[in-house]
């Protein structure tokens, strides 16, 4: 089976840094990405880790760790704007060269001021 | 920029209608998906096809088809639509045959079924 698991909401106060988890059982792994979603709005790509570490890109830094099964996804200076909801996707193996990706419930972060 | 154009915004149809939703894409992606997002559930793969004609089931295909003619070009379509079908589809495309790569997003379908 395929499972992604993510807390549900959380909330943080503006300049603060969060951390949102994901943990991961899945069959067959090719890949972890990370989408930020405003409300009514489509998904929209914010990180990619294929390999273990620290990917840093500005304000915001996933990390992956393939044996643990787990990624998190770090936001730093936080920002009004950055409330949205975040959503792990897991890229799993169909079949020779054929992949998806597995999207976990979402984690909605609401920044106060 | 990418654009990932999705035919309607908003939907309502009745029990047993049959629905067509289009979604085209205008950066020659190979694959293609169709999602569904209801709350609790996050977004759920129903259908994706990675070249012209090819289609794949995804985890939830039951009460859906898809049609691929064209490269641009991937419709999701309930045969008889019913209640439970009531959702917001989105719509993706991405780079490479097969294997996904990045994601982009049409502007999604709430389709209501009374």
């Known amino acids: 089976g395929q499972n992604i698991d993510q807390p549900t909401e959380m909330t943080a106060t503006e300049g603060a840094i969060v951390q949102i988890n994901c943990t991961y059982q899945t069959s067959g792994f090719n890949g972890l990405f990370w989408y930020q979603q405003h409300a009514g709005e489509a998904p929209t790509f914010l990180s990619y880790?294929?390999?273990?570490g620290l990917e840093e890109k500005g304000r915001f830094s996933s990390f992956l760790s393939r044996s643990k099964g787990y990624s998190y996804l770090l936001l730093k200076e936080l920002q009004m704007k950055d409330s949205a909801s975040y959503l792990c996707?897991?890229?799993?193996?169909?079949?020779?060269?054929?992949?998806?990706?597995?999207f976990g419930t979402g984690t909605r972060l609401q920044v106060f001021p | 920029d990418v654009k990932v154009t999705q035919s309607s915004r908003y939907l309502v149809k009745r029990t047993g209608e049959k629905v067509f939703l289009e979604c085209v894409q205008d950066?020659?992606?190979?694959?293609m998906f169709w999602y569904r997002q209801d709350p609790g559930l996050g977004l759920r793969l129903i259908y994706f096809s990675y070249d012209v004609k090819m289609k794949e089931k995804g985890d939830i295909p039951e009460g859906y088809s898809v049609s691929r003619e064209k490269k641009e070009r991937f419709s999701l379509i309930l045969e008889s639509a019913s209640t439970n079908q009531t959702s917001m589809y989105l719509c993706?495309?991405?780079?490479?045959?097969?294997?996904?790569?990045?994601?982009?997003f049409g502007e999604g379908s709430r389709l209501t079924v009374l």
């Open positions: 996707a897991v890229r799993v193996p169909v079949r020779y060269n054929t992949d998806k990706l597995i």
């Open positions: 950066m020659d992606h190979e694959n």
């Open positions: 880790n294929v390999l273990d």
């Open positions: 993706a495309s991405s780079l490479g045959t097969g294997r996904t790569g990045e994601l982009f």
